[in-house]
């Protein structure tokens, strides 16, 4: 095999993602991997030699649109209450889009931190000390009472958008809903987050 073919390793990141977001690193197998992405093993391993490697490009993947995202609002022309409206979008949007990753993360956090604090991407995030300087601007304006820190606004809408998430397959089971009128459930929630976080700062 000569040359990487890019739609057959993107076929493989797409499977191993779903894979290791639901397994974790421990209980996921290259062979389960390999079945979803429609590739032999052999050809998973021509393009990720090891376990190890697949998942340290999973991790990337799955934390990487969403913080190339959000650092993005901040080069943006935009004030508090914009940056705020669009994190929240975005994590919606993510957490849609990849249903597993809230679990991924809590598990990986508990079981192996040191998957996620290694990766460069963690290392240089800035958010909280962005979230910060509008804060300020925001406050001097007379937007804001709180003296809230960029840091604690940012666990708090983490913790909104993600809790409800994470609890999803015990609320659709109290309140008998199907995984169709879950996803709205959850959606219409969005306005109501953006309204509670800014209303919150406000006394």
């Given amino acids: 095999m000569s040359r990487v073919n890019q739609k057959t390793k993107e076929k493989i990141l797409a499977a191993a993602e779903i ?7 421990k209980g996921a197998r290259t ?9 032999s093993r052999t050809m998973l391993h021509y393009y990720y030699s090891t376990k190890e490697e697949l998942f340290q490009e999973v991790l990337e993947h799955s934390f990487g649109f969403f913080l190339q995202h959000a650092k993005g609002m901040f080069t943006e022309e935009g004030d508090l209450k914009t940056v705020i409206n669009q994190l929240i979008d975005l994590l919606y949007e993510v957490l849609t889009a990849k249903p597993g990753l809230a679990n ?3 598990n990986i956090l508990n079981d192996t931190p040191e998957l996620i604090t290694s990766l460069p991407m963690i290392q240089e995030e800035k ?11 925001a406050k001097q304006k007379g937007q804001i009472k ?17 809790i409800p998430y994470l609890t999803a397959p015990l609320i659709m089971f109290k309140e008998s809903r199907s995984e169709k009128e879950m996803h709205a459930f959850l959606h219409n929630r969005k306005g109501m987050i953006k309204a509670f976080v800014w209303k919150g700062m406000q006394k």
């Fill in 127 to 137: 958010l909280p000390a962005r979230l910060d300087e509008l804060l300020d601007q």
């Fill in 146 to 162: 709180t003296d809230i820190s960029g840091e604690d606004l940012l666990l708090n809408i983490y913790g909104l958008c993600v």
């Fill in 19 to 25: 894979v290791f977001h639901e397994n974790g690193f």
């Fill in 104 to 106: 991924f993360m809590i």
């Fill in 31 to 39: 062979t389960l991997i390999a079945k979803k992405a429609g590739v």
